[in-house]
């Protein structure tokens, strides 16, 4: 019974190991596995190179017995059907390449002991037999790859760099193997060779993605392999195959450096072949077969190669002129001799309006008592300081300019915005600096656009919004500074009217101590009380130029009292202390909603912005949007989406207190 039950056993362990075998088949079949490395003497394509009509190829001999090589005067190229004339040139000779070699070194903790030292000694046996003109990197690889050594011809630093090699951790042999395939470079015939004692057990580079990345890396991949188990022999053998190599296993540590002297012999036993593409071939996808006499028998391999086209003539080649592309649109030259034309033309036109207003009466006594009443207007102040007798052509134009508002019934709209932003401008001044910075927007970006004229009309649509937001954000600004001004204002105005001040002796104490813009309002109120205005009126004038509804509330309470009587200064103390509980409900609204305000420009200004940014850098790209009528509708769409969209996010985002 105890026989039968072995025999059972016995049975199903067979079973289980075929299974295995058919797994690991299944697995690795599509990576050809070839492990054993054959007695007799084989050729193999190192690298193969097309160039115009010239074939570049590295051909070598392995498995050739020591003191064998390639007779060069019996290497063929046969390029389909068609022989090649060509000329060979062996290992060391003018014309060949310098091979490049890196041992990929296994340095796991398997490897430890003497496996490790074994190995050392095998890789400096192989530095040793290589060619002089060969050069050798290292790279160790266990948990992680790392580049022990760049390739080089130093022999004794190759040395030390082997010698330096500690065994620990993991194997990362995918890893290890794609590092020394990069370490390679990419000129001349380079060899990978893998040394290792055991599968991957730690590559984050999947098999699949290994063996491609070495199908396209053109160098060749030879692995030593210490050890029989079949999964390392397998995933050795379809890292080589990839890279048209071959497997080398021993399981006697003694025998690694004769493995690794077979490997160099392989270097050594290297021709560079140049051969010439016939016309009919050029251009052409063929299969190139190499073969040549090495040790009494011939070697032979063929690699499929698409040879590079023809040169085509040049029209100069042929004596033809080369036509040369006509430019499209205005060039840039032309768009400079324009603007001169303008400035040359403006510089006329000053001298002429200089000389015709030399002799002009002086201003009429109207014009003179507007001049002295100015300088109690905030747009007045800055002007009055101004000569307007020594100003021509900027006089002319301002008049201009201020005739073209008044007519329009503009001037007293942009007066109050500019009076409300504390801007000292007069409408004619402003109007003439908005057509300046219109123009030289338009003129930047036609100028940094190359002559580009839709970029010039974007630089104009800027240039003339920019301004109304400009004198938008100063009038909000001011407008908020005032408001928030107030009631610390109107705090010391009920102080001082309980001090026994009358309200213009308060008015004026105040216009004195408050900051911007309050106290300039305050003194042009002041000024219009003296000049025969009321002060009630005067300071409900500030309250509709500042727009300012808690202001027109203080007004009011002034008229009131003026009227029916009573404490002004304890009423205004109340309102001072109810707008005071306001102005920190509205700051803290503020707070809150910053960041719904931030996205709100952020989303709004996004697409103006990149649509800019694409004007400047790729006009082409937005060509179709104004040259077909798809393209303008989806422009007017958009502005309309936009709008909608804005004033939505304007009415989300902004909270009434």
Not at 20 to 37: E, F, N, R
Not at 273 to 280: E, S, T
Not at 446 to 461: R, T
């Amino acid at each position: 019974m105890t026989l039968i039950r072995a025999n059972k056993s016995l049975r199903l362990l067979l079973m289980l190991a075929a299974v295995t075998s058919m797994v690991w088949a299944l697995v690795l079949l599509p990576y050809g596995i070839g492990v054993a490395a054959p007695d007799s003497p084989t050729g193999r394509i190192v690298s193969a190179q097309a160039t115009g009509s010239t074939l570049t190829i590295v051909f070598a001999a392995t498995n050739l017995p020591p003191g064998q090589s390639i007779d060069p005067a019996s290497v063929k190229v046969v390029a389909g059907n068609t022989t090649l004339p060509s000329t060979t040139n062996a290992l060391g000779a003018s014309g060949s390449l310098a091979p490049t070699a890196v041992l990929a070194m296994d340095v796991s903790g398997s490897v430890a002991g003497p496996r490790l030292t074994a190995a050392q000694g095998a890789a400096k046996a192989f530095v040793a037999t290589a060619p002089e003109s060969a050069r050798i990197g290292v790279v160790a690889f266990a948990d992680n790859a790392g580049v022990i050594l760049r390739p080089t011809t130093d022999r004794p630093t190759i040395q030390r760099a082997i010698d330096s090699l500690t065994a620990k951790g993991s194997t990362a042999l995918y890893d290890g193997t794609l590092l020394g395939l990069r370490t390679t470079g990419t000129q001349g015939p380079r060899s990978v060779i893998v040394f290792s004692d055991g599968a991957d057990t730690s590559s984050r580079t999947p098999l699949a993605q290994a063996v491609a990345t070495i199908k396209q890396g053109g160098a060749t991949v030879d692995a030593v392999a210490l050890g029989n188990e079949p999964t390392q022999l397998a995933t050795l053998g379809a890292l080589t195959k990839a890279g048209r190599g071959r497997v080398i296993s021993t399981t006697d540590t003694a025998a690694l450096a004769s493995a690794f002297t077979s490997a160099a012999r392989d270097l050594t036993n290297q021709v560079t072949i140049v051969a010439n593409i016939p016309p009919a071939l050029q251009g052409s996808s063929v299969n190139v077969q190499v073969s040549a006499a090495a040790a009494g028998q011939s070697v032979t391999d063929a690699v499929f190669l698409t040879l590079p086209a023809a040169p085509v003539p040049t029209p100069t080649a042929l004596g033809q002129p080369i036509p040369v592309p006509q430019p499209t649109g205005i060039p840039l030259g032309l768009w400079a001799v324009l603007i001169g034309a303008l400035l040359l033309v403006g510089g006329i036109a000053y001298l002429i309006l200089s000389a015709s207003r030399a002799q002009a009466s002086r201003e009429s006594r109207a014009r003179r008592v507007a001049s002295r009443l100015s300088i109690y207007t905030l747009s007045g102040r800055a002007a009055a300081e101004r000569r307007s007798d020594s100003d021509g052509i900027a006089t002319t134009a301002r008049n201009l300019a201020t005739r073209a508002a008044a007519a329009r019934d503009f001037d007293n709209v942009l007066e109050g915005r500019l009076e409300r932003a504390g801007l000292p401008l007069r409408p004619g001044e402003w109007l003439l600096i908005h057509l300046g910075v219109t123009l030289a927007a338009g003129l930047v970006l036609l100028l940094l656009s190359g002559g580009n004229l839709l970029p010039a009309l974007v630089g104009v649509a800027l240039g003339a919004a920019g301004p109304f937001a400009f004198l938008a954000v100063r009038e909000e600004r001011r407008r908020s500074a005032f408001e928030a001004q107030l009631p610390d204002t109107l705090q010391l105005l009920s102080g001082s009217l309980a001090s026994g001040l009358s309200l213009p002796q308060a008015v004026a104490t105040l216009s004195d101590d408050a900051g911007e813009p309050m106290s300039g309002e305050l003194r042009r109120g002041l000024a219009e009380a003296r000049l025969g205005k009321s002060m009630e009126d005067g300071l409900e004038d500030i309250a509709q130029r500042m727009r300012s509804t808690d202001f027109s509330w203080v007004v009011m309470a002034i008229r009131i009292q003026r009227q029916v009587g009573g404490n002004l200064a304890e009423v205004i103390a109340t309102v001072a202390a109810t707008m005071r509980e306001r102005e920190r409900l509205r700051r803290q609204v503020s707070a809150l909603s910053a960041e719904g305000r931030l996205s709100a420009w952020i989303l709004g200004a996004l697409p103006i912005v990149f649509t800019v940014f694409l004007v400047l850098t790729r006009p082409t790209y937005l060509a179709p949007l104004i040259q077909t009528p798809i393209g303008i509708g989806m422009i007017i769409l958009a502005a309309i989406l936009m709008t909608a969209g804005a004033i939505w996010l304007a009415k989300t985002v902004k909270v009434e207190v």
